[in-house]
């Protein structure tokens, strides 16, 4: 029987509550130039993609200038960043949940479609990082998610068979990447779902199917 040993975390909307905070700060950038994207858009289009990508697709579809996409990259960096400082905090249900796992043995890692400094600067205010064996960024692959390099870059780094390993996500692009990737799914709708009881019903879930079928 194959038993979970690591569980890989997607980041916004899964521990951090930023999807929010990405889609202001890029409308304040945006919005400099005077584009900006309506939360219909942002849920149904542009959720989970990294910002580089929702640059080329309003470049496709609406004309902004490519010119434009270092600077309103940079833009959105810094007003993100302002979120950040400003909201992020720790949440107890994720910190009694991965000091849990860990202390089980469980791996703990994330793969997320923010760059290297996002990151840092999240789990850092979250009190989350302490908990990581390590983290990837979209720096850290050629492709992001929907593709499901940074997923399939985690599993290898771990050591272990992608059915060893659960990925907990909450958007379509992120949950294309984990299923594409082999991996077990646990798919949330907040994060406040992203809970000790919910993880460990999963894996649960996960191994009893798995001795069924053995």
């Not at 779902?193 to 919910?198: A, G, K, M, P, S």
Request: aromatic share 8%.
């Amino acid at each position: 029987m194959t038993k979970i040993k690591a569980i890989i975390f997607d980041m916004d909307g899964v521990l951090i509550e930023a999807k929010d905070w990405h889609y202001e700060a890029l409308n304040q950038a945006l919005e400099l130039f005077g584009y900006k994207i309506s939360r219909y858009e942002h849920l149904v289009t542009f959720d989970g993609l990294p910002t580089k990508k929702k640059l080329e697709m309003l470049s496709m579809e609406r004309g902004l200038p490519k010119g434009l996409h270092k600077f309103i990259n940079h833009m959105k960096q810094i007003y993100t960043m302002e979120h950040v400082y400003m909201k992020c905090k720790p949440l107890f249900c994720h910190q009694y949940a991965l000091s849990k796992l860990k202390s089980e043995g469980y791996k703990l890692a994330l793969g997320s479609n923010s760059v290297r400094i996002t990151i840092d600067m999240m789990l850092g205010k979250a009190d989350l990082m302490k908990y990581m064996d390590f983290t990837l960024s979209n720096q850290d692959v050629k492709k992001s998610k929907p593709d499901p390099e940074i997923y399939n870059t985690a599993i290898v780094r771990l050591g272990f068979k992608p059915e060893e390993c659960l990925i907990v996500e909450d958007n379509p692009n992120g949950v294309k990447a984990a299923l594409a990737s082999g991996a077990n799914l646990l798919k949330v709708e907040t994060v406040y779902d992203v809970n000790y009881q919910n993880i460990r019903n999963r894996i649960n879930e996960i191994e009893l199917n798995q001795k069924e079928v053995a």
